[in-house]
Each structure stands twice: as C-alpha cells, then as structure tokens.
C-alpha cells in the first residue's frame, strides 16, 4: 500500500500496491537540507498547482523503494534490493555514509551517486526507520544497528558516541544494538529513543505510529 514519511516540515509518499510492492517516492514542503531529494532547497507544495508535478525521487537507475522513513531533516528508503538510501541533513552523520556532508540539496547528488548505507560485510537490511538525527535498520541477520546522533545512547552502541559521521565509523564498525538472538520483528523510532520489538513477544502497541511490523 501507499506510504506516507513526515519530517519536520516535510513528507515524502511511496507510491506502491498490492500488486506493485516497490514505486516511486515523491516529496513536499521545507528543503533547506535537500530533504526532497531534488538537487536544490527549494520548497514544493507552496503554490497551485505544483503537487502535480512532483518529481519523483532518484534513487539510481533501475530503482524503487519498499519503505520510506523520515526523522529530524533527512528521508531514508530501503530498496527493492534490499539496501539502504538516505538524503537530507547528515549533521551527526544520520545518512550513513562516512561524513556530515547533507545529500539532495545540489545536483549531481542523487540517483547512482547517491551511496547506499555500509549495513556490514554481505548484509543487507530487512526494514528501516529514522528518528530525529539518527537511523537505523533491521539487518537479514535479524540484528539492528544505527547511526547518527547518539547523545542519549540512542544507537545502542553502550556510548555516547555518535557513528556515521566519518570513515571507518560505519559498516562493521557499528556494534549491533540488538544481537541476532534477539530478532527484531518491528522497529520504530521517536525522539530520541529506538524502539525494537522481539521476535519471541507478541506484537500488542497501543502507539503503533511508531512501530512497524515486518511482513
């Protein structure tokens, strides 16, 4: 089914159906941070006429998303394949990919040159979710790890030490916030806690806008 993403300030859809579980992403509303993925900070949805023609979100050639997710100023997809994308602010290093640069706001940074999330040595992701400045994903293994901001221990991580943020601070340098023998079945996130949801208990939420369960 369709999607909906919010930020602060913004929201991304994913276009998808039963029939068609992967689609485009398109988004609306503040871009100071390229949170939009065009390649510019101008805001979309401020004027008539300009929801019908958004443009989709490149996400590289050949691709669509299954899952969009917002937190804080950035959007992150998980792909038909099973990786990761992120795009927006990447102030403590949220997007994943080594730096603080943001990602969206210039052209040239989309689509293929847009770098997926390093989830690890052969692993891929089964879910993802952003909260406020950080994010994180349910690997196939069943383990979650996170990046980002980490000032209220948020990632897992047993520090207080932000990751993402610089080489060699992503990928297998990320210590797993929930170990394969607790296998995450959900994950949501809210500021500034990340919530998972182990396979052996049942799935009771009373606040379901911050969970997800896998399928």
């Known amino acids: 089914l369709p999607q909906l993403a919010s930020t602060d300030g913004s929201f991304c859809r994913l276009e998808a159906s039963p029939s068609q579980p992967s689609g485009a992403v398109r988004c609306w509303g503040h871009n100071v941070r390229g949170q939009l993925g065009q390649g510019d900070t ?44 992120c795009w ?34 052969g692993r891929t992701a089964l879910q993802v979710a952003a909260g406020k400045n950080f994010s994180c994903a349910v690997l196939d293994t069943g383990a979650v790890r996170c990046w980002g901001q980490n000032n209220f221990g948020q990632l897992g991580q047993g520090t207080f ?23 995450a079945r959900a994950l949501g996130l809210a500021e500034p806690l990340a919530l998972a949801l182990p396979l052996s208990k049942p799935l009771r939420l009373n606040r379901c806008l911050f969970f997800l369960a896998l399928q």
Do not use: W, Y
Request: aromatic content about 2%; glycine content about 18%.
């Open 88 to 121: 927006g602010s990447n102030t403590n290093g949220q997007l994943g990919l080594g730096d603080t640069a943001p990602r969206g706001a210039f052209p040239g940074e989309m689509g293929d040159a847009l770098t997926a999330v390093d989830l690890g040595m």
């Open 42 to 85: 101008l805001t979309r949805g401020n004027l008539p006429g300009s929801m019908d023609s958004l443009l989709p979100v490149d996400l590289g050639a050949g691709h669509h998303a299954v899952r969009v997710t917002g937190g804080g100023q950035h959007f992150c997809a998980l792909l038909e394949d099973r990786r990761i994308k």
């Open 161 to 183: 030490t932000q990751m993402g943020d610089r080489p060699g601070a992503v990928g297998d340098a990320l210590a797993l916030a929930l170990a394969r023998s607790h296998f």
